[in-house]
T-cell receptor, first 111, second 113 residues
Framework: DAGITQSPRHKVTETGTPVTLRCHQT?????MYWYRQDPGHGLRLIHY???????DKGEVSDGYSVSRSKTEDFLLTLESATSSQTSVYFC??????????FGPGTRLTVL | QKEVEQDPGPLSVPEGAIVSLNCTYS??????FMWYRQYSRKGPELLMY????GNKEDGRFTAQVDKSSKYISLFIRDSQPSDSATYLC?????????????FGKGITLSVRP
């Protein structure tokens, strides 16, 4: 998975609780992305980062925030988890090309 | 109409068959086209990358882009059970890592031994 790890790999939480997912890369790539993948919707971009402290919204950013304080780490936070945020979350990285490399994913269940 | 439409599947074929996977799109600005393969409970991995119209071949895989018809295809020759996975098409309008990819929903392929 191109030097990308995601943690945790599985999480079950309750509605209303905050959740933070972590993406860590060892490739020193500038760009990092958070996607969610749901049946019937495919992969949808949540947020992305084009450098330390530089982030922007994707198509489904409501209810999510991100932070990137170091090149290697990109955090996704659900401030108050809802059942509609039950999904598989993928982190991806990219250097100066169009190619994005994906992490192994985090399976999140919100009860 | 969604920007990228992909045949919903699933698709089941016998080993050795030729497989054709297709996507259509509506945004004429798309110039960069990719196919990703995703095994069960894994992240997507890039399989093929093409720019503009034309064909690109890599082993048993051929990617075809027809921009005039807004149609892309992935052909798999001599399909193997190891090709069983979900295949996602993706495309972007801009070059460079700041371009955002738009994905199809994916089609699940099963190759029967």
């Amino acid at each position: 998975d191109a030097g990308i790890t995601q943690s945790p790999r599985h999480k079950v939480t309750e509605t209303g609780t905050p959740v933070t997912l972590r993406c860590h890369q060892t490739e020193n790539h500038r760009y990092m992305y958070w996607y969610r993948q749901d049946p019937g919707h495919g992969l949808r971009l949540i947020h992305y980062s084009y450098g330390v402290k530089d982030t922007d919204k994707g198509e489904v950013s409501d209810g999510y925030s991100v932070s990137r304080s170091k090149t290697e780490d990109f955090l996704l936070t659900l401030e108050s988890a809802t059942s509609s945020q039950t999904s598989v979350y993928f982190c991806a990285i990219s250097d100066t090309t169009d190619t994005q490399y994906f992490g192994p994913g985090t399976r999140l269940t919100v009860l | 109409q969604k920007e990228v439409e992909q045949d919903p599947g699933p698709l089941s074929v016998p080993e050795g068959a030729i497989v054709s996977l297709n996507c259509t799109y509506s945004n004429s600005a798309f110039q960069y086209f990719m196919w990703y393969r995703q095994y069960s409970r894994k992240g997507p991995e890039l399989l093929m990358y093409t720019y503009s119209s034309g064909n690109k071949e890599d082993g048993r895989f051929t990617a075809q882009v027809d921009k005039s018809s807004k149609y892309i295809s992935l052909f798999i020759r001599d399909s193997q059970p190891s090709d069983s996975a979900t295949y996602l098409c993706a495309m972007s309008a801009l070059a460079g890592a700041n371009s955002k990819l738009t994905f199809g929903k994916g089609i699940t392929l099963s190759v029967r031994p």
